[in-house]
């Protein structure tokens, strides 16, 4: 389970993220949703031990990133695409991932090919599409074999068949008793995988549920999501 607990943090006078609290249960597929500049990789930063909080905490099966022992073989990540040097291969960058973390060679092999990537592998990062990049970061997550992946806007710059790709590969690691945190805003690419619904506005959540629990009351999740992140005037807090 990813728990998120009470989560403070300011940036001088301005408060990020205010109280921000919820849950990633195994088995389900949790969306994070938000306008830009809610919140959501304040949070998941907070939560990857890549930034600290002023209050509250976030744990990882019940302890903080930084104490896990073996986080790659916990928990896969995506923020900010592949991560990887614009100089360095898909096969460079993930086997020096691999040795730093005791996995196999082989394992990056079995990777590239899951993310579609074989044939680019030997392929300078520099010369990679933006969907590309997206697949090297998704393969760099999925290399320990994780229990729980958390990614950040993990479609942005795949065509309509990557998305339903990786809309598939999620699924199937909840159905498969993982945990999926997923970041986005745009909302038609969790609409048919999300089990449970976080949304997050001017650094506060303002719903957590289940899918059905969240949009009960509207006609779709567009609709949802506006009503929940807007002023009443229109305007997207």
Partial sequence: MLKIEHLVKRHGPRTVLDRVAFEARPGRVTAFLGPNGAGKSSTLRILLGLDRADEGRALVGGQPYRSLRDPLRTLGSMLD????????TAR??????????????????????QVGLTASARTRVGRYSLGMGQRLGLACALLGEPEALVL???????????????RGLLRAH??????????SHFMGEVADIADDLVVISGGRVV??????????????????FFALTSDGQGTVR
């Fill in 81 to 88: 695409g592949s991560g990887a040097h614009r100089s360095r």
């Fill in 92 to 113: 460079n960058h993930l086997s020096w991932v691999a040795r730093s973390n005791g996995i196999s060679q082989r394992r990056v092999d079995q990777v590239l090919e």
């Fill in 152 to 166: 950040d806007e993990p479609v942005n710059g795949l065509d309509p068949e990557g998305i339903r790709w990786i």
């Fill in 174 to 183: 909840a159905d498969h008793g993982g945990t999926v945190l997923l970041s």
């Fill in 207 to 224: 719903a957590d549920g289940t899918l059905a629990d969240v949009t009960h009351r509207y006609d779709t999740l567009e609709d949802a």
